[in-house]
């Protein structure tokens, strides 16, 4: 029930009861996935099918952002698994042209958590920059996220750039709208359809 809470919390737009209930339960001991995954990510995905139905709109999309991410600040220590040696350096953004920030967040919390260093560029970011982040950071990974049909040809437009300045660095992709097929068809070195799938394979692709 008090996940449920949590889940009408977030499509309710109230930030402050998020962070509220998804202390308690933390507090009392409930699964991090579980509140992560029915409380939060299924409350985001409800957003979603309501704002393709038209029954929701781009400002309560972001205010439903803002409470999510009021619970993510909650989860974010528990994320960890203890690491304390630094695994290598990851390079994180959203691609050009892209404003979704959640999924990327989560990837680069768990990267952090795992005990990657984590570079993260944000949104909107431009090939030439990630290229320069990942010479400057000598980054063993560079983790790309895109969640429009629209920004998929800046993601492989950044794989392209990478490939193209001759940098040894592997290039992973992910996103709603990203798959296996596209990862391959761009040349990424990997794909991961969630943040604990995008560590594991981070951890294969530097081992
Ligand atoms: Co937008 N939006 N949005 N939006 N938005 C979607 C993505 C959409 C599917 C909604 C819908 O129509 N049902 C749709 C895209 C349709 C499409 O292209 N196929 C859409 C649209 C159309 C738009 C606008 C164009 C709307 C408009 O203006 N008319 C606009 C575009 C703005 C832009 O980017 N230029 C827009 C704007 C916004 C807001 C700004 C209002 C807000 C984002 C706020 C923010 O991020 N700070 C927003 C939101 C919140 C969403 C939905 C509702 C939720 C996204 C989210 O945070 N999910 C989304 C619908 C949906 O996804 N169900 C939607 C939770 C998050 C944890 O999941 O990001 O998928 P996700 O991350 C997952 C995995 O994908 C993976 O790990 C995470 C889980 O562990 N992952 C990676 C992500 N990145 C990875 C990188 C990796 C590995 C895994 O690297 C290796």
Same mark, same amino acid.
């Given at each position: 029930m008090a996940i449920q809470d949590i889940f009408q919390s977030v499509i309710g737009f109230d930030e402050a009861k998020v962070k509220e209930l998804t202390q308690k339960e933390v507090d009392g001991g409930a699964a991090i996935d579980t509140i992560l995954n029915e409380g939060l990510i299924s409350a985001m995905d409800e957003v979603g099918a309501k704002f393709s139905a038209g029954d929701l709109f781009v400002p309560e999309m972001l205010m439903a952002a803002q409470a999510m991410k009021g619970g993510l600040e909650i989860l974010k220590p528990l994320l960890a698994d203890g690491a304390?040696?630094?695994?290598?350096?990851i390079v994180i953004g959203t691609v050009k042209g892209d404003l979704h920030d959640i999924g990327k967040n989560l990837v680069s919390m768990m990267m952090e958590g795992a005990g990657f260093e984590v570079v /993260?560029?944000?949104? @909107?970011?431009?090939?030439d920059k990630f290229v320069q982040a990942v010479k400057e950071n000598n980054a063993g990974v560079v983790a790309l996220s895109a969640l429009l049909t629209t920004t998929m040809p800046a993601m492989e437009a950044t794989v392209k750039a990478i490939r193209e300045a001759g940098i040894t660095v592997k290039t992973i992709v992910g996103g709603a709208p990203v798959t296996q097929a596209f990862a391959e068809q761009?040349?990424? /070195?990997?794909?991961? @359809?969630?943040?604990?799938?995008?560590?594991?394979?981070?951890?294969k692709l530097m081992a």
């Open positions: 304390t040696e630094s695994k290598g350096t /993260d560029l944000g949104v @909107d970011v431009d090939s761009i040349n990424a /070195d990997g794909y991961s @359809d969630d943040a604990p799938s995008a560590v594991e394979l981070a951890r």
